[in-house]
């Protein structure tokens, strides 16, 4: 069997520009909500990414027209859909898959889908809250093996429902199954992430009635029925955090264009905390991280707190901190799997419970070490960035569901990164392909 690996010869600075793409936490809510629509939708500014392959697979398969205008933009004719059931071989590749569920009961009022799949952070992720959710508007549940059933044979009407955890996913399933609801929906105690405002922004162009998308309590008037609009999808806040953080680890110098700034203020906060210099303007932001710099407390939070999707990045950036920092993940409890391959690499990181204690050290070395999952992933190549000497990693197909050309990126930086196929995991001496 072909694996592919990165290697990465580690400790250059990081210097010059990268574009950032479009939002993938956005864009996978944004492509199924696209079949509740009776018109034809073209998305742009669409991340090349393995998540967004899948999705538009599984909208393909239950009778939707996809069709690539260019490399980041999209059209979506979904007026011929009729299936409802999207199997499990589908639902696994992605955890976005439940808002299939969402979108096919807006559209259809039933829907069969598989558990979703998507990262493994080590412990439960549930949905019960996206299937309350869709109770307390009226649907039914039946569940078999890993088939989701739902139905509403007497119609969604809109409800009151309170969210008793913050949810990003369960907002906006629940959002995309009320907008064609009968009557008004309110929403309480809803995540507040960018990406929740991005997905209601395209619901509204396309006719829908939401109010207050991006603070705790979100009103949806339902509307009989959708159309189809242009919509461009925001940037992405993960992937420029990412390279925030790769710039602050290497120690260099990158400006980092089509960005939200805002979006980045808790990332920046941070950084800046530990001594990077960090200068917005207009849709840029360039990280300077030429001094000596020291450690800090991170905890993770819902937004406009410090995201969970930037812990492992920061993580191994704090390792190479001076002194000591606490890095604790209130959302994903043991979302720290991968510290024990930055151990590997001469990290001082012990983990206790939610929270991993990290002794930063003067520098890190190059191992072999594996991506267990997307966001561990880029954690595991800004330790190798930043390492002395020379770092494989391996199941980076975890890296291509949400890292577009993230080898021709950093390359662009200076980076010394390539991509190769190897058939032993044991030996990567094979041909290099990107
Ligand atoms: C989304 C993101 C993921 C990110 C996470 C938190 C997508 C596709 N994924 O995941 O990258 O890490 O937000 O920002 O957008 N919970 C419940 N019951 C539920 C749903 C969630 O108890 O029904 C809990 C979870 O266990 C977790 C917390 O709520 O502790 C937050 O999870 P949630 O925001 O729902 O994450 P996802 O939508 O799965």
Redesign the pocket.
Known sequence: MILEEYRIKGGVSLSGDIEIGGA??AV??ILPATIITRGVCVIDNVPMIQDVISMLRILESIGAKVNFRNSHCVEIDARGVRCCTVDYDQSRR???SYYLIGAMLGRFGTANVCMPG??DFG?????????RGFQTLGASFSFAGDLITATSPCGLRGKTFYFD??????T?NVMLAAVTAAGTTRLENC?K?P?IVDLANFLNLCGANIRGAGTDTITIRGVSELHGADYTVMPDQIEAGTYMVAAAATRGKVTINNVTPEHLESITAKLRECGVIVEESGDSVTVDARGSLVGCNVDTQ?HPGF???MQPQMTAFLATCRGNSFITDS???SRFKYTDSLNKMGAKIRVVSNTAFVEGVPGLTGAHIKATDLRAGAAMVIAGLAAEGVTTVEDIEHIDRGYEDIVGKLTALGANITRVQTTDPSSSQVAAIA
Not at 123 to 131: V, W
Not at 165 to 170: D, F, I, L, Q, R
Request: hydrophobic share 45%.
């Open positions: 993938k936490n996978v809510g992605l955890r976005a998507g990262c412990g439960a992720r549930p949905i019960d809250l996206h299937i955890k913050v949810s990003v996913g369960a906006m995540a992430e990406h819902p995201p969970t999707d959302v994903w409890a």
